[in-house]
């Protein structure tokens, strides 16, 4: 696929170079913006707080299917209910909230774990089927949790609970399963 990743840092710059890995032609932007036009998906990787300014500098966002990774460790907007309908309100395509939830740091050590580590993601139903293959690209076992409503806001505010565990232990994979796969 032809994915244009806006924001190039820990997030955007590492599932760049998985997706690029598993065969898809990868554009990441930076801060200065650029041009999405050619992209069949736009994924979003910037500090929550810059949704606005980030995506305001990018030309040719039209209605693509999108994933908004982001999260937001500043006040909350309440315009919005939940950062991934911000960006839906630009880009207006097909929207899902996923990455969020994993450590970019560990990126490297996916396809090493014993067991596919989970990412969890809610989606509108016409993003469903490529974030759960952009997912699977990257390394991870999607774990779908419902519609953008309420599922990206769920996603957004267990980043509280996410941090305190990072301060435990560090980057973490994690792995849902039903009574009887593990
Ligand atoms: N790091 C993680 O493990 C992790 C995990 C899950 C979710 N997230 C979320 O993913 C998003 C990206 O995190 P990250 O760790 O990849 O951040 P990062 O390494 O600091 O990279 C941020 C990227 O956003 C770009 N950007 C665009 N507009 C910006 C603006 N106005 N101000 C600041 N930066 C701007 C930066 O551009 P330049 O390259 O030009 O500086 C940079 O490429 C955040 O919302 C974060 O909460 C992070």
Known sequence: MNITVIGRGRVGGGLAGLWEEAGHQVTTLGRDGGDASHAEVI??????????????????????????????????????????????SIIGGPTAKSFSTVFAAAYQQISTQRVTPSNLYAAEAAAKSVTERLIRDAGFDPLYVGDLAPGARLLEDSSGLTRALAGQIGPFFYRYAVPGEL
Do not use: C, M, W
């Open 43 to 88: 994924v979003v990787a910037v500090p929550g707080h810059t949704i606005a300014d980030a995506l305001q500098k990018v030309s040719g966002l039209d209605g693509q299917v999108t994933i908004d990774a982001t999260n937001l460790y500043t006040a909350r907007s309440e315009a919005f209910p939940s950062l991934a309908h911000q960006v839906k």
